[in-house]
């Protein structure tokens, strides 16, 4: 990474395998899980190029992965219409 020590490319090779990891165990049906977890640490990278400090990384990781998989869902399903009229004609009859 340009502009970096080696010790924070090093960190974010940590940080990578937490995630993949983290995100592998906890949100398996995510059919974009490398884009939320190259999201989530470049979020890292972006503070981190700011000149801002993350006190506990691998925890304020952790919730950026999880608030972007939370964006995930919104987009998924968002404009879906479930319709129930099928499911009570079968009741009623």
């Known amino acids: 990474m340009i502009g970096f020590d080696e010790d924070f490319e090093r960190q974010c090779g940590e940080y990578l395998d937490y995630l993949y ?3 592998e165990h906890l949100y ?12 989530t640490i470049m979020v890292l990278i972006a503070k981190k190029y700011k ?4 006190e506990y990384p691998k925890g304020f990781l ?3 992965l999880k608030n972007k998989y ?3 869902l919104r987009d998924k399903y968002k404009d879906k219409l479930v319709e129930y009229s099928d499911a009570m004609n079968n009741f009623a009859g």
């Open 21 to 23: 990891g983290l995100a």
């Open 28 to 39: 398996s049906d995510c059919a974009d899980l490398d884009a939320l977890v190259q999201d």
């Open 51 to 54: 000149g801002e400090q993350v």
């Open 62 to 64: 952790a919730t950026v």
């Open 70 to 72: 939370n964006g995930w």
